[in-house]
């Protein structure tokens, strides 16, 4: 495994301020970020939220980069919103500061889907809500085969959010995004690659090394990478609902979700 640095980087390879739950490396042409905050599972608050927006904004500035890896420490790649930052939500969904809260989550995971050189998320452990959009906002995954992957939003009493159906659904179609979605089906890594959710399901072990050395290949030839990946989004990506319409479509039924809930 590669190891990682103290927290992101600046445009002169020096570390700058932040919490140290989201970390960047640089290594032969590819941007590792790692998601650092393993007693909470890696569960995604508004200042993690802003730090990975920040760290994709400074790969997109590195024109070296040609491929992005997202990984994460501890046992879990991401165990959604952060259960505190939605329950306060949930009080009022409304109010500017939890609609601003919330809008920064579904933006760290969105902005993953737009950095301008392909991606591969690494998933070890569980990925739960907001930690499966953040997977599905990759070009290409890579999974332990005993991953635990669950969309778990109507198990917590909340309407899915950040285009939940329409990023699924590309991936694995109609009849499995709805086992999972609305049905709440776990499925593991073997499973992830027969519903072609995932590319490859390796050991544990052997997850990081697979992502990376996929990664590195591309990166080669940055210029070429950025170019290609555009492309390829733009005439691969299909759907009767593009993703930033979902997302607008789901936020107001997750809002009124998690009143209900708070409730």
């Given at each position: 495994m590669t190891g990682v640095v103290a927290g992101p980087l600046d445009r002169?390879?020096?570390?700058?301020?932040?919490?140290?739950?989201?970390?960047?490396?640089v290594e032969g042409g590819v941007a590792i970020v790692t998601l650092n905050a393993p007693d909470r599972r890696n569960a995604l608050t508004p200042t993690m939220a802003d730090e990975l927006i920040a760290t994709f904004d400074e790969v997109d500035a590195k024109p070296a980069v040609g491929a992005l890896v997202i990984r994460a420490v501890g046992k879990s790649f991401c165990a959604g919103g952060d259960i505190q930052t939605l329950t306060s939500a949930g009080k009022?969904?409304?109010?500017?500061?939890?609609?601003?809260g919330m809008g920064k989550i579904y933006d760290s995971f969105y902005r993953l889907g737009q950095v301008k050189v392909p991606t591969v998320a690494a998933v070890r452990g569980s990925a739960v809500g907001a930690g499966m959009n953040m997977l599905l906002a990759a070009d290409l995954r890579i999974v332990a085969r005993d991953a635990r992957l669950l969309a778990g939003f109507l198990k917590r009493g909340m309407h899915p959010g950040g285009g939940h159906f329409v990023i699924l659904s590309r991936l694995i179609g109609r009849e499995a995004a709805a086992a999972m979605a609305l049905f709440g089906e776990e499925i593991n890594g073997d499973k992830a690659v027969e519903l072609g959710l995932a590319w490859e399901s390796v050991e544990d072990a052997a997850v990081e090394d697979r992502a990376i050395e996929l990664a590195t290949r591309v990166a080669a030839d940055p210029e070429l990478a950025r170019v290609a990946v555009g492309n390829f989004r733009k005439e691969v990506v299909?759907?009767?609902?593009?993703?930033?319409?979902?997302?607008?479509?789901?936020?107001?039924?997750?809002?009124?979700s998690m009143r209900r809930s708070a409730g």
């Amino acid at each position: 495994m590669t190891g990682v640095v103290a927290g992101p980087l600046d445009r002169k390879g020096g570390l700058v301020a932040g919490s140290g739950e989201v970390l960047l490396e640089v290594e032969g042409g590819v941007a590792i970020v790692t998601l650092n905050a393993p007693d909470r599972r890696n569960a995604l608050t508004p200042t993690m939220a802003d730090e990975l927006i920040a760290t994709f904004d400074e790969v997109d500035a590195k024109p070296a980069v040609g491929a992005l890896v997202i990984r994460a420490v501890g046992k879990s790649f991401c165990a959604g919103g952060d259960i505190q930052t939605l329950t306060s939500a949930g009080k009022d969904p409304a109010a500017p500061e939890a609609y601003e809260g919330m809008g920064k989550i579904y933006d760290s995971f969105y902005r993953l889907g737009q950095v301008k050189v392909p991606t591969v998320a690494a998933v070890r452990g569980s990925a739960v809500g907001a930690g499966m959009n953040m997977l599905l906002a990759a070009d290409l995954r890579i999974v332990a085969r005993d991953a635990r992957l669950l969309a778990g939003f109507l198990k917590r009493g909340m309407h899915p959010g950040g285009g939940h159906f329409v990023i699924l659904s590309r991936l694995i179609g109609r009849e499995a995004a709805a086992a999972m979605a609305l049905f709440g089906e776990e499925i593991n890594g073997d499973k992830a690659v027969e519903l072609g959710l995932a590319w490859e399901s390796v050991e544990d072990a052997a997850v990081e090394d697979r992502a990376i050395e996929l990664a590195t290949r591309v990166a080669a030839d940055p210029e070429l990478a950025r170019v290609a990946v555009g492309n390829f989004r733009k005439e691969v990506v299909n759907g009767a609902v593009s993703w930033d319409v979902a997302m607008q479509y789901e936020r107001p039924a997750q809002m009124w979700s998690m009143r209900r809930s708070a409730g």
